[in-house]
């Protein structure tokens, strides 16, 4: 299991209650986004970073203190110390503080009119956060390396709300039209693609549903099919999801069919 496997390649070099607690807290970070929680997903993300930051200090100190009273004292304090190599001394602490910490405590309150930042606030916050967790393990790794190099290239694969997996089943867990579900599998398979089969078991629509969704989108060039027989997400298809996705916050909006 890919979550072990971290957990104990950081162990070798950071404590274990650390190393477990931020493998913890990135899983839970990652969940929120999935499940569109997205103020839970940017809550976690402010302690995911106080982890980070007793990571780092366990290494520069031998000591993990119980809790970062202030996050911008602390990132001060570790780029101060010159023993540190670059990546845990300037690279790890500024793009915790200042992509995933100060984006989540810096904003203010939303008004009325202007736009929820909170959907890109929080893919900004997971992607760093996979950044910061691949590179601790490319640093500390002890395992095989191409097991690790492949750890690294899963952490960052994009994140998709609303789509989880269980086992080798990936779902939507949440209702959206049919059209907006299909893109969303497809964009959560990434690279690999699926063919009309998996589509309809991954789906909670009835087939008929799926087969007419999936010639609107080949149609409208949002998906498309490769030798392989397997669909694709298309740069326009990517876009008009994320449309979708970000419309109304965590909700996503109603199928828009453009003329």
């Not at 970073?49 to 100190?61: P, Y």
């Not at 309150?109 to 916050?125: C, G, M, T």
Request: hydrophobic letters at 45%; charged letters at 25%.
């Amino acid at each position: 299991m890919m979550r072990d496997a971290v957990i104990k390649d950081l162990s070798a070099t950071i404590d274990p209650k650390v190393a477990a607690a931020l493998v913890e807290f990135y899983e839970e970070l990652v969940s929120s986004f999935r499940r569109g929680d997205l103020d839970g997903c940017l809550t976690t993300a402010g302690l995911f970073v106080e982890h980070v930051l007793r990571a780092v200090e366990f290494v520069r100190t031998g000591a993990a203190p119980p809790e970062i009273k202030s996050v911008s004292a602390t990132v001060r304090v570790i780029e101060g110390d010159a023993k540190l190599p670059d990546s845990l001394r300037y690279l790890i602490p500024r793009v915790a503080y200042a992509m995933v910490y100060e984006v989540r405590s810096k904003r203010g309150v939303v008004h009325v009119k202007e736009i929820d930042p909170r959907h890109i606030d929080a893919s900004l916050a997971v992607q760093a956060a996979s950044w910061i967790l691949a590179e601790f393990l490319r640093i500390y790794h002890s395992g095989d390396e191409k097991v690790v190099a492949e750890a690294m290239v899963v952490l960052m694969r994009r994140h998709i709300p609303f789509v989880e997996t269980f086992g080798d089943e990936r779902v939507v867990t949440r209702k959206v039209p049919c059209d907006v579900e299909m893109l969303l599998l497809l964009a959560g398979a990434a690279n690999e693609g699926l063919d009309r089969t998996a589509l309809g078991q991954a789906s909670k629509y009835p087939p008929p549903r799926v087969s007419e969704a999936i010639r609107r989108l080949s149609s409208d060039r949002y998906m498309h099919q490769t030798h392989d027989r397997k669909y694709h997400i298309t740069g326009p298809g990517e876009r008009f999801l994320a449309e979708q996705v970000a419309a109304h916050g965590e909700t996503v909006a109603p199928l828009i069919r453009r003329p």
